[in-house]
Structures are given as structure tokens and as C-alpha cells.
């Protein structure tokens, strides 16, 4: 599913944190949204997952415009910058979550809960870790068990907010490799946020660039090294 | 230098005195009193005294009042803080504020303001009394006070606790797509409920307790008091009124008691889990 938005405005009482931003995340692809600290990445994912309202602008999920609907009704798979995982819950039922929400006649039965949490448990390589409080967890597990918990409920969209930012450098590497072996095999349509370039380019087929809340650029890797289009691209990816 | 100022014997023993003068003096000296002056005529007039129809029908009014306003402060308290900590409007700070309102004011004040509601001669009155409702001096009346001098107990303890929590994992139990239901009972009730339950249990303290703004609405008639009222009108009769009184006095020193008993207990089971997760 494609995921788009149009002429997004939006401002924090005196303070344009977005504007005029129109991007299009195709079917199947990994987006990147590359920026520096404070330009506004998170509040046009939030936008995106409808847990903001934009001030003007349009927000389309496979060509529908979902501006008005409500984050519950999006459901977007949603990995936030600092996990939001549920404290008072065990991995299991952290990644349960979105299956028991579901409404009655949706609502898949206990084998099969259990089935899909078994499989994503695997996907993540958390087998055994069930029982386990996010507390009783490091960085790089809770991370791994936030992209579960987003899975769960196969979400058309993934959104991704800085997903290795707390983390060291090794297990960035790792999460890194995983998440494109993983998009590779199923083509979830992505749009991930970092402010780390050599993530962005090695991760994604296009790259956004951002800076003030607004669109610097966009285009391949390739593109964006070989001709940045203003002093900001320029100097951000130190060409 | 700093031996002479934090760990100097004579300091430590100080302290610890002036402290355990006080409990005696302001606590342990009390409950004595109370339980002697109680028992001084036997265990026979003693029950005699709570068997009587006033001593019953006292323990049975309190226990109603708390019964009614500990859950409709509960519910105004949770709506408080939900209110105040997921939502941006205008004048929040001060509504915080105005929660805290009954703590400043005096409970006679509060009883006051009712009665000039609600009382014959009041705002409402007339109307009232042409509808044969009747408020003053009756079982609404006493709610209103309590629950007057009792509401921002349940919602002052959960409007830090649940800042301090955020909304992170109400945003994202709501892009797994939890309605406002599932998204309360399921996320952000298990994050507060001990909160809650303390503030039940101090609401329902003061709610037992309350005297000043009940004396006002609830008056002195017969059936209509509650324990502090009935204690008081014993105090004043003739004929072993101190006994009587003492007595009365003593089952609300009990159930002071056992709230405290499970405010302690409440307090143990909440902070062994996260004691026992530190080592
Ligand atoms: N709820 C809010 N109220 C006021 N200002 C906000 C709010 N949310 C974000 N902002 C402001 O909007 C700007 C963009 O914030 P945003 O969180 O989108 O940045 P970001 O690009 O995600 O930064 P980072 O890389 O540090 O996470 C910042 O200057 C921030 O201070
Ligand atoms: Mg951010």
C-alpha cells in the first residue's frame, strides 16, 4: 500500500514544525526520512500514524484520504522512538496487543494468538523470552519486541521512529542488516526516521532529506550524493 | 566539622525524642484515653451503649456516606486527572487548582455554602421543597458535604502519577487500533490502579472522619447523624454521655485502624515487587 501526504502544514502554537511537506512512500518501499535533531521527522510520522492532526494538508493511504479518520482506525504499524512498550505486560501479551483489540468476530482465538506470537517471536529471535517484563529486557530486545508488537496486527504501513537511536553501535549494525533482510521478504511499504546518514543510504531506495520542517530533497542514494541540490544536502551529507 | 553537624549522639537522641514525644503525646495517649474511657464502665456497658438505636444507626449512616462518596470521588477523581494530563485546554493550571480547593477552605465553610444552596431560605430551597425533594438535613445533604471536603483526595495522587507516566503507551496501544475503552481498561487503568486504590482509601479515611461540614448540613436529627455527630451528641447528654461517647468513638478508632492496616498493606505489596526486582 502506497502512503502519502499533501502540503502538510503544521505549527506548535508560534512554531512551524512542518511545511508544505508532500511526499509519496510507493508500495514496497523502504523510505528514509534523513535529518538533523528537531526538523521535524517525528511530528510528520505522527501525522501519518494520526496521532497528530495536521493544521492543513492531506494524509492518503492507498489513494484514500485518511485525514479525518482516527489513529485506531489507520492502524499504522507504529515503532516508537523510545519503544512505548507496555510495563505492566510480558513480551507475550505486549505483542498480543493489537489481536486482542481487535473486534469480536475479527478477533482471532487463543491457538491462533498463540501461533502468531510464536512466529514472531521466532521472526525476532525472542523464543523463550514469553514471560519476560520489558524492564527485564536490554535496548536492542525492547526494540525488537516494539517491531513485534507492530507486526502483530499486520499493519498496509510501517512507520519506524529512529528504531536503532538508543542504541550501540553493534546492535545498530545487526537490527540494521535484520530490518532490510526483512523488508527485502515482505515489502511492507516503510518509511523509517534517522538522523544518521550511512543508515538512511544503506537501508533505503529513497532518502528524504529534511531540515526546518521542510523537504530538502529526495531521491536514491546514489542521487542525493551525486547532485545535492542546495547548500543544506550539500553539507549535511558532507559531499 | 560534618561529624559535628549529621552524626553527634546528642542530635541523633534529640530527634528521635522530640518525634516519639509527639507520637505519644498526639497519638498513642489518645487512643489510650479513648479505649479507657470506653472500657471504665465494663464490657457490658459498652456493648450495651453500641447496641443502643442511635450508636446503630450512626455506624450505618457513616458507612453509607462513605459507601456513596468514595466511588463518585473516585470516578470525579480519575476524570480529573485523565482530563488534566491528556488534555491541552485553556485554564488547566487553574483547574488544579480549584481541585485543591476543599483542602484550603474550612469544611464549615463548605457545609455553609451548601446549606445556602440548598437551605429553606437558600437559592434552591423553594424549589426544592415545592418538589418535596429534601437536601438539608437528610442523606443527600451529608453526601454533598463529604464529598465536598473529600473529591480532591483521589484525583491529587493521580494527577502527578500519571505526568510522570506520560501517554507513549496510550499512543501506541492506539495505533494497534484499542478503541477509548480498551485503551483505559487494558493501558492506563494497570498503570494507576494502586494510585487509585490509595486515594480510595484516604478519601474514605477523611469521608468517615468529617465533621465540620456534615455538623452543618446533617443538624441534629435523630437518624440522620453520622459517628462524629452521634459522638458529639453523646459527649453533650447527661446520664454516662462521656462513656457513651468514648465508646462510639472507639469503633471509629476501628475502622481507622483497619483502613490503615490496608493502606500498610497496599503499600508493602507495592513496593516489594519493585524492591525484590532491584537485587
Ligand atoms: N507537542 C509539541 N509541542 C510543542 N512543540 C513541539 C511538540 N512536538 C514537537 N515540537 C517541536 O517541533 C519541532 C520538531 O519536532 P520533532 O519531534 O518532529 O523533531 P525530530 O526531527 O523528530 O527531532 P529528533 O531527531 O530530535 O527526534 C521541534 O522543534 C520540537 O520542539
Ligand atoms: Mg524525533
Same mark, same amino acid.
Given at each position: 500500500?502506497?502512503?502519502?501526504?499533501?502540503?502538510?502544514?503544521?505549527?506548535?502554537?508560534?512554531?512551524?514544525?512542518?511545511?508544505?511537506?508532500?511526499?509519496?512512500?510507493?508500495? *514496497?518501499? /523502504? @523510505?528514509? !526520512?534523513?535529518?538533523?535533531? %528537531?526538523?521535524? =521527522?517525528?511530528?510528520?510520522?505522527?501525522?501519518?500514524? &494520526?496521532?497528530?492532526?495536521?493544521?492543513?494538508?492531506?494524509?492518503?493511504?492507498?489513494?484514500?484520504?485518511?485525514?479525518?479518520?482516527?489513529?485506531?482506525?489507520?492502524?499504522?504499524?507504529?515503532?516508537?522512538?523510545?519503544?512505548?512498550?507496555?510495563?505492566?505486560?510480558?513480551?507475550?501479551?505486549?505483542?498480543?496487543?493489537?489481536?486482542?483489540?481487535?473486534?469480536?468476530?475479527?478477533?482471532?482465538?487463543?491457538?491462533?494468538?498463540?501461533?502468531?506470537? *510464536?512466529? /514472531? @517471536?521466532? !521472526?525476532?529471535?525472542?523464543? %523463550?523470552?514469553? =514471560?519476560?517484563?520489558?524492564?527485564?529486557?536490554?535496548? &536492542?530486545?525492547?526494540?525488537?519486541?516494539?517491531?513485534?508488537?507492530?507486526?502483530?496486527?499486520?499493519?498496509?504501513?510501517?512507520?519506524?521512529?529512529?528504531?536503532?537511536?538508543?542504541?550501540?553501535?553493534?546492535?545498530?549494525?545487526?537490527?540494521?542488516?535484520?530490518?532490510?533482510?526483512?523488508?527485502?521478504?515482505?515489502?511492507?511499504?516503510?518509511?523509517?526516521?534517522?538522523?544518521?546518514?550511512?543508515?538512511?543510504?544503506?537501508?533505503?531506495?529513497?532518502?528524504?532529506?529534511?531540515?526546518?520542517?521542510?523537504?530538502?530533497?529526495?531521491?536514491?542514494?546514489?542521487?542525493?550524493?551525486?547532485?545535492?541540490?542546495?547548500?543544506?544536502?550539500?553539507?549535511?551529507?558532507?559531499? | 566539622?560534618?561529624?559535628?553537624?549529621?552524626?553527634?549522639?546528642?542530635?541523633?537522641?534529640?530527634?528521635?525524642?522530640?518525634?516519639?514525644?509527639?507520637?505519644?503525646?498526639?497519638?498513642?495517649?489518645?487512643?489510650?484515653?479513648?479505649?479507657?474511657?470506653?472500657?471504665?464502665?465494663?464490657?457490658?456497658?459498652?456493648?450495651?451503649?453500641?447496641?443502643?438505636?442511635?450508636?446503630?444507626?450512626?455506624?450505618?449512616?457513616?458507612?453509607?456516606?462513605?459507601?456513596?462518596?468514595?466511588?463518585?470521588?473516585?470516578?470525579?477523581?480519575?476524570?480529573?486527572?485523565?482530563?488534566?494530563?491528556?488534555?491541552?485546554?485553556?485554564?488547566?493550571?487553574?483547574?488544579?487548582?480549584?481541585?485543591?480547593?476543599?483542602?484550603?477552605?474550612?469544611?464549615?465553610?463548605?457545609?455553609?455554602?451548601?446549606?445556602?444552596?440548598?437551605?429553606?431560605?437558600?437559592?434552591?430551597?423553594?424549589?426544592?421543597?415545592?418538589?418535596?425533594?429534601?437536601?438539608?438535613?437528610?442523606?443527600?445533604?451529608?453526601?454533598?458535604?463529604?464529598?465536598?471536603?473529600?473529591?480532591?483526595?483521589?484525583?491529587?495522587?493521580?494527577?502527578?502519577?500519571?505526568?510522570?507516566?506520560?501517554?507513549?503507551?496510550?499512543?501506541?496501544?492506539?495505533?494497534?487500533?484499542?478503541?477509548?475503552?480498551?485503551?483505559?481498561?487494558?493501558?492506563?487503568?494497570?498503570?494507576?490502579?494502586?494510585?487509585?486504590?490509595?486515594?480510595?482509601?484516604?478519601?474514605?479515611?477523611?469521608?468517615?472522619?468529617?465533621?465540620?461540614?456534615?455538623?452543618?448540613?446533617?443538624?441534629?436529627?435523630?437518624?440522620?447523624?453520622?459517628?462524629?455527630?452521634?459522638?458529639?451528641?453523646?459527649?453533650?447528654?447527661?446520664?454516662?454521655?462521656?462513656?457513651?461517647?468514648?465508646?462510639?468513638?472507639?469503633?471509629?478508632?476501628?475502622?481507622?485502624?483497619?483502613?490503615?492496616?490496608?493502606?500498610?498493606?497496599?503499600?508493602?505489596?507495592?513496593?516489594?515487587?519493585?524492591?525484590?526486582?532491584?537485587?
Amino acid at each position: 500500500m502506497s502512503v502519502a501526504v499533501q502540503n502538510i502544514t503544521k505549527s506548535f502554537g508560534a512554531f512551524p514544525a512542518l511545511y508544505d511537506v508532500s511526499l509519496e512512500v510507493k508500495t *514496497g518501499e /523502504l @523510505l528514509a !526520512l534523513l535529518g538533523p535533531s %528537531g526538523s521535524g =521527522k517525528t511530528t510528520l510520522l505522527r501525522i501519518i500514524a &494520526g496521532l497528530e492532526l495536521p493544521d492543513s494538508g492531506l494524509v492518503s493511504f492507498a489513494g484514500e484520504d485518511v485525514t479525518d479518520k482516527s489513529a485506531y482506525e489507520r492502524k499504522a504499524g507504529f515503532v516508537f522512538q523510545h519503544y512505548a512498550l507496555f510495563q505492566h505486560m510480558n513480551v507475550f501479551e505486549n505483542i498480543a496487543f493489537g489481536l486482542r483489540v481487535l473486534p469480536r468476530r475479527k478477533r482471532p482465538n487463543r491457538e491462533a494468538v498463540t501461533k502468531r506470537v *510464536g512466529d /514472531l @517471536l521466532q !521472526l525476532i529471535q525472542l523464543e %523463550g523470552y514469553e =514471560k519476560r517484563l520489558p524492564s527485564q529486557l536490554s535496548g &536492542g530486545q525492547r526494540q525488537r519486541v516494539a517491531l513485534a508488537r507492530a507486526l502483530a496486527i499486520e499493519p498496509r504501513v510501517l512507520l519506524l521512529d529512529e528504531p536503532f537511536g538508543a542504541l550501540d553501535a553493534k546492535v545498530r549494525k545487526d537490527l540494521r542488516k535484520w530490518l532490510r533482510h526483512f523488508h527485502e521478504r515482505t515489502h511492507l511499504t516503510s518509511l523509517f526516521v534517522t538522523h544518521d546518514q550511512d543508515e538512511a543510504f544503506e537501508l533505503a531506495d529513497r532518502v528524504v532529506v529534511f531540515n526546518q520542517g521542510r523537504i530538502q530533497q529526495i531521491g536514491s542514494p546514489d542521487d542525493l550524493r551525486k547532485n545535492p541540490q542546495n547548500d543544506f544536502v550539500r553539507e549535511f551529507l558532507e559531499v | 566539622m560534618k561529624r559535628a553537624t549529621t552524626d553527634h549522639w546528642l542530635v541523633r537522641y534529640l530527634l528521635i525524642g522530640v518525634v516519639l514525644a509527639f507520637i505519644v503525646v498526639f497519638l498513642a495517649f489518645p487512643v489510650f484515653v479513648i479505649l479507657y474511657e470506653a472500657l471504665k464502665l465494663g464490657l457490658q456497658f459498652y456493648f450495651s451503649t453500641l447496641g443502643e438505636h442511635q450508636s446503630r444507626s450512626a455506624v450505618r449512616m457513616t458507612l453509607l456516606v462513605a459507601l456513596t462518596v468514595v466511588p463518585v470521588n473516585t470516578l470525579f477523581g480519575v476524570c480529573a486527572a485523565w482530563a488534566v494530563t491528556h488534555f491541552q485546554f485553556k485554564g488547566k493550571a487553574l483547574l488544579i487548582s480549584l481541585i485543591e480547593i476543599p483542602l484550603w477552605v474550612s469544611p464549615v465553610i463548605g457545609g455553609l455554602v451548601f446549606a445556602l444552596i440548598f437551605g429553606r431560605q437558600g437559592w434552591l430551597g423553594p424549589w426544592l421543597d415545592d418538589h418535596g425533594i429534601q437536601v438539608m438535613f437528610a442523606f443527600p445533604g451529608i453526601v454533598l458535604g463529604t464529598a465536598f471536603v473529600t473529591f480532591p483526595f483521589v484525583a491529587r495522587g493521580l494527577i502527578p502519577l500519571m505526568q510522570s507516566q506520560g501517554s507513549a503507551e496510550e499512543q501506541a496501544a492506539l495505533t494497534l487500533g484499542a478503541n477509548g475503552w480498551q485503551l483505559f481498561w487494558r493501558v492506563s487503568f494497570p498503570k494507576i490502579k494502586w494510585g487509585v486504590l490509595y486515594g480510595m482509601i484516604l478519601c474514605n479515611a477523611r469521608a468517615m472522619g468529617e465533621f465540620g461540614a456534615v455538623s452543618i448540613l446533617a443538624g441534629t436529627v435523630d437518624d440522620k447523624m453520622t459517628m462524629p455527630l452521634q459522638v458529639e451528641q453523646y459527649y453533650l447528654s447527661m446520664d454516662q454521655g462521656l462513656s457513651k461517647a468514648f465508646a462510639l468513638a472507639s469503633v471509629l478508632l476501628l475502622l481507622s485502624a483497619v483502613t490503615l492496616v490496608v493502606k500498610i498493606a497496599l503499600e508493602w505489596r507495592h513496593l516489594v515487587p519493585s524492591a525484590r526486582r532491584l537485587h
